[in-house]
């Protein structure tokens, strides 16, 4: 991930020429970071996941991950899978899911609560409960020998929507069961695929442009660094004035009519094309309320961001090896998302979103295949043509881990 100063427009500049103008290029570690674009021997020799299953840990480790950490969204997931493997007495590797920002469950570094986070509400100080019914007594029975009347459970995690804790023995939890939602025309959302439909009878497209790059939110975007940024919460925002962009496709279920539970990892299975040689692609699975909401008026309409990512089709094959995309041939593109404990209410939408660019948040894909995506030169940056095949049993699609009865 590259992060770009929030005022960057698309205007022609790479990633280094942004660098350069800061004057941070000559920065040692933004120089090793032109040296390896790719996932190179430099990256995975620190991978922290990739440390701890060389070195399995000795001692119980409690892994604490936010659903909207906008610091670290993979690494919590990561470090406690890595851990996982090991821990063949299910006693020493524990995992707990909050709905938080980076460090919100911490009262020592954040003044707010646990009770929400940006406009939606959760129903209780899940920040107390981290402190007094998980860390506290973790800390007691590892510390202190002194075990817990209720033992304490592998996984825990907090599902919003329902605005409950869930214990479960492993994550993801054994009970949850793969679906494929499938894009259709029309803009449609169903878990059902079109039997009479073969593989890709139809796409939508849009015309992807680097000099009007998707915002990743709303502008004007307040700097990282302002006393009253609210960089923290971007995750959760608002995504419905991003869905009339000519360059974002928005596909939406029929209001669903019993709640729907999601506990794992998500994974968007696109079917596209590109009439240049290289493109991003970004997936968003979103929650979106009623245009009504009477308990809550201020979440009419809403439109939660329940998980989201981009994949730079450069490395649709290897993470470790750019290779060009062959122009206007439809491919396959695997977009793993973070994992989500989250559930959708009867009366609420399913939606999906599927764009080429997330700016300033990454920096923007030249769309014409370079060596080095940050030395890119200005008239690299092109116009494409980008078409989202739809249609059959192996048309596009989300596969989502759906839980039918969660465990309480």
């Known amino acids: 991930m590259v992060v770009l100063p929030e005022k960057g427009r698309g205007d022609g500049r790479s990633a280094n020429d942004m660098a350069r103008k800061l004057g941070v290029d000559q920065f040692p570690a933004w120089l090793r970071s032109i040296d390896n674009p790719a996932y190179t021997d430099f990256w995975k020799e620190q991978a922290v996941d990739r440390l701890l299953a060389a070195r399995p840990t000795k001692v119980p480790v409690l892994t604490v991950h936010g659903t909207w950490d906008q610091e670290d969204i993979y690494g919590p997931i990561a470090a406690y899978a890595a851990m996982e493997k090991t821990d063949t007495r299910n006693d020493r590797n524990y995992l707990l899911i909050g709905p938080w920002f980076h460090g919100q469950q911490d009262p020592w570094f954040h003044t707010v609560d646990g009770a929400s986070i940006g406009a939606l509400p959760l129903g209780r100080d899940t920040t107390r409960d981290f402190l007094f019914d998980a860390m506290l007594p973790f800390f007691d029975q590892h510390l202190k020998d002194r075990k817990p009347s209720t033992p304490i459970p592998p996984v825990r995690t907090f599902l919003t929507g329902d605005n409950q804790w869930r214990s479960y023995q492993s994550w993801p939890p054994r009970a949850a069961a793969t679906k494929r939602l499938y894009l259709h025309p029309g803009g449609k959302l169903s878990f ?110 809403y439109q939660l961001m329940v998980s989201a ?100």
């Open 192 to 301: 059902t695929a079109d039997a009479a439909a073969t593989a890709n009878s139809g796409y939508d497209e849009y015309v992807s442009d680097p000099a009007k790059p998707v915002p990743y939110r709303v502008q004007p975007i307040i700097p990282q660094a302002s006393q009253d940024s609210t960089w923290g919460i971007w995750l959760v925002d608002d995504q419905r004035p991003f869905g009339s962009r000519p360059d974002v496709l928005t596909y939406v279920s029929e209001p669903l009519t019993e709640p729907m539970t999601l506990t794992g990892d998500i994974v968007a299975q696109l079917q596209a094309s590109t009439t240049g040689t290289d493109a991003d692609w970004v997936v968003k699975l979103i929650d979106a309320w009623p245009d009504e909401e009477p308990l809550h008026p201020q979440l009419g309409g």
């Open 309 to 408: 990512d981009i994949l730079r089709g450069r490395y649709r094959e290897d993470f470790s090896q750019a290779r060009p995309i062959t122009a206007n041939a439809t491919l396959p593109y695997r977009i793993r998302m973070p994992h989500a404990s989250h559930t959708f209410l009867p009366g609420h939408r399913i939606m999906v979103q599927v764009q080429s660019s997330w700016f300033p948040l990454y920096d923007r894909n030249p769309q014409t295949f370079v060596d080095n995506i940050f030395l890119a030169r200005p008239e690299d940056y092109r116009k494409a043509t980008i078409k989202v095949a739809l249609g059959g049993a192996q048309g596009s699609a989300v596969v989502l881990p759906v839980v039918v009865a969660t465990a309480r």
